[in-house]
């Protein structure tokens, strides 16, 4: 009954910004739990950046400073923006949230991935 559906990827320079976005739609009750993981060839899946109900964030080592992780309630949508970006931040970017929603016998969670986004770091 919900979509997770990514923006904002693309090319862009060593040093420069991107910010991605994650909107949610469907039967929503509330979003609970959001993150971003990355996947770069070859590698594991990481999580880069997590935002709990309550605010409280965190975020890899490798992107400490340089990344932030937000959201915006009314519109059931999340962000990474990204600055200071390094050859080494390249990946596909995927959302992901644990999602409470209207079901057919009430409410339920589970847990929701975007279709991931190509970020790529490059000169």
């Known amino acids: 009954q919900v979509q997770l559906v990514e923006s904002g990827g693309g090319l862009v320079q060593p040093g420069g910004s991107l910010r991605l976005s994650c909107a949610a739609s469907?039967?929503?009750?509330?979003?609970?739990?959001m993150y971003w993981y990355r996947q770069a060839p070859g590698k594991q899946r990481e999580l880069v950046a997590g935002?709990?109900?309550?605010?409280?964030?965190n975020y890899v080592d490798s992107v400490k400073g340089r990344f932030s992780i937000f959201r915006d309630g009314a519109k059931y949508t999340f962000y990474l923006q990204m600055n200071s970006l390094k050859p080494e931040d390249t990946a596909v970017y995927y959302c992901?949230?644990?999602?409470?929603?209207?079901?057919?016998?009430?409410?339920?969670?589970?847990?929701?991935w975007g279709q991931g986004t190509q970020v790529t770091v490059s000169s």
């Open positions: 469907g039967s929503i009750f509330s979003i609970n739990d």
């Open positions: 935002i709990t109900r309550g605010g409280s964030t």
């Open positions: 992901n949230a644990a999602v409470t929603y209207y079901s057919g016998s009430g409410l339920d969670e589970y847990d929701y």
